[in-house]
T-cell receptor, first 111, second 112 residues
Framework: DAGVTQSPTHLIKTRGQQVTLRCSPK?????VSWYQQALGQGPQFIFQ???????QRGNFPDRFSGHQFPNYSSELNVNALLLGDSALYLCASSLAGREQYFGPGTRLTVT | LAKTTQPISMDSYEGQEVNITCSHNNIATNDYITWYQQFPSQGPRFIIQGYKTKVTNEVASLFIPADRKSSTLSLPRVSLSDTAVYYCLVGGDAGNNRKLIWGLGTSLAVNP
């Protein structure tokens, strides 16, 4: 049983560019959440998708957007990248419950 | 939004029992308490969750007093591989991640 997978593992982008990160939830899970974790900080909630719709959103600008597909996988898009967007981006899945399973994350570096 | 307070760091030795206490004075009636473990450059891993009294699983125990204003994660006989950051989270409503506030966590160092 595969856990949560994310791609890519690492990537480097230039300020102003756009990036798309991908997440496949744990088998049987239908809810995907995205988090941003800066170095030395705890994860910060970006948004959550369920039934292909954004259900909750944290305090992040509209530059951060997402999508969930019929197979429950999800994408996180960030436009007009800023240096401050450099972080570990985590995807977590759950079955509409409290226990979240996290992926290994994508390390984004913006130069 | 329930806020939690944990020690920034703790040190221990292999084979010892480690207790990490989390304060959550304004916990709401329907809030659960959840603990996660995180290794560097990896996603957090669920450890244990509870509502009241004591919960035990194969890796840890969670003690919650009657007033629920604090909780203690107990790791029995730690090993070097338990060196990680431990987060205490308080929140209710299944799937309501927006209410979960992740603090800085407790950085546990297990020494040989």
């Amino acid at each position: 049983d595969a856990g949560v997978t994310q791609s890519p593992t690492h990537l480097i982008k230039t300020r102003g560019q756009q990036v798309t990160l991908r997440c496949s939830p744990k088998s049987g899970h239908d809810t995907v959440s995205w988090y941003q974790q800066a170095l030395g900080q705890g994860p910060q909630f970006i948004f959550q998708y369920y039934e292909e719709e954004e259900r909750q959103r944290g305090n992040f600008p509209d530059r951060f957007s997402g999508h969930q597909f019929p197979n429950y996988s999800s994408e996180l898009n960030v436009n007009a990248l800023l240096l401050g967007d450099s972080a570990l981006y985590l995807c977590a899945s759950s079955l509409a419950g409290r226990e979240q399973y996290f992926g290994p994350g994508t390390r984004l570096t913006v130069t | 939004l329930a806020k939690t307070t944990q020690p920034i760091s703790m040190d221990s030795y292999e084979g010892q029992e480690v207790n990490i206490t989390c304060s959550h004075n304004n916990i709401a009636t329907n809030d659960y308490i959840t603990w996660y473990q995180q290794f560097p450059s990896q996603g957090p891993r669920f450890i244990i969750q509870g509502y009241k009294t004591k919960v035990t699983n194969e890796v840890a125990s969670l003690f919650i007093p009657a007033d629920r204003k604090s909780s203690t994660l107990s790791l029995p006989r730690v090993s070097l591989s338990d060196t990680a950051v431990y987060y205490c989270l308080v929140g209710g409503d299944a799937g309501n991640n927006r209410k979960l506030i992740w603090g800085l966590g407790t950085s546990l160092a297990v020494n040989p």
